[in-house]
């Protein structure tokens, strides 16, 4: 039986997999934007990708923006993440500015988890879930690969270090090149959800060959789905409206 994870007024781990949408802003207005729509759609959660944001690398403006980021969002927990270009995302950060952001970002008490990458390597990723402990906050530690899907015992070990880590949800999304890629994450989900019932963890395959893989979280496995409201901030992302119906669907006829 997953444990269940209270995040906010969000139970994780029980049920429909929680939806989760990101903002992608570049600006503070297109930011507090982005919050209404999503405050106004059917999500559990929200994601807030800084390395949008112009002035991610500025600790000061980051800290200045999520209390109003909060203040739209009232009580949708929030979710702190800093995807680095080696990664996919928008900016590149040295080790030591990623600690030091990630820090004030979880003293801060306005976030519930924050979003450590696996590849920052064991000292980053222990410092930061150390430091999420102590302000008592969750962690996701995260790996992607946008261009490809690693062999199953690879994603497997990415996804036991994550949880060997002290990380509460790892969390891993990979690019299929081909159908079998696809099944090599589900059935890489099944396995890690045998393996570790208590454990709460997110299985993404990416583009329109892994759409299913976002949809089917509550067959194989995986807690959380990111889905788009206004900007998608990965490939296959389907709207919160769709992907409200279809895990509606699912569970009803589990
Ligand atoms: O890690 C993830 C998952 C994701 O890459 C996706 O494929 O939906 C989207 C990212 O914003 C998020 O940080």
């Known amino acids: 039986m997953t444990q269940t994870y209270k995040v906010g007024n969000v139970s994780i781990g029980e049920g429909m997999p929680k939806i989760c949408a990101p903002l992608t802003g570049t600006n503070v207005d297109e930011i507090l934007e982005e919050c209404k729509m999503i405050r106004a759609s059917a999500v559990d959660l929200v994601e807030w990708r800084v390395d949008f944001f112009d002035d991610a690398l500025l600790t000061d403006r980051v800290l200045a923006t999520l209390p109003k980021i909060k203040e739209v969002l009232e009580d949708l927990p929030l979710i702190f993440s800093f995807r680095t270009a080696e990664e996919g995302g928008e900016k590149k950060i040295t080790d030591k500015q990623y600690v030091s952001l990630n820090k004030a970002v979880a003293v801060s008490g ?145």
Do not use: C, W
Request: net charge negative.
């Open 110 to 254: 306005h976030v519930h988890i924050i979003d450590i990458e696996l590849f920052r390597g064991k000292n980053v990723v222990e410092e930061l879930v150390t430091a999420a402990k102590e302000s008592q906050i969750y962690t996701i530690i995260s790996n992607h690969d946008f261009n490809r899907t690693p062999e199953m015992e690879e994603l497997i070990r990415r996804v036991t270090s994550a949880i060997e880590l002290g990380g509460d949800f790892p969390k891993l999304a990979v690019m299929p090149q081909r159908e079998e890629d696809l099944l090599t994450v589900l059935k890489a989900s099944l396995q890690m959800k045998r393996t570790y019932p208590e454990q709460a963890i997110i299985m993404i395959a990416m583009g329109s060959l892994g759409m299913i893989s976002r949809l089917s979280g509550e067959i194989f496995g995986s807690a959380i789905t990111f889905a788009s409201v206004r900007n998608a901030s990965a490939p296959g992302q389907i709207s919160v409206t769709d992907m409200k119906s279809i895990l509606q669907l699912i569970h009803d006829a589990k």
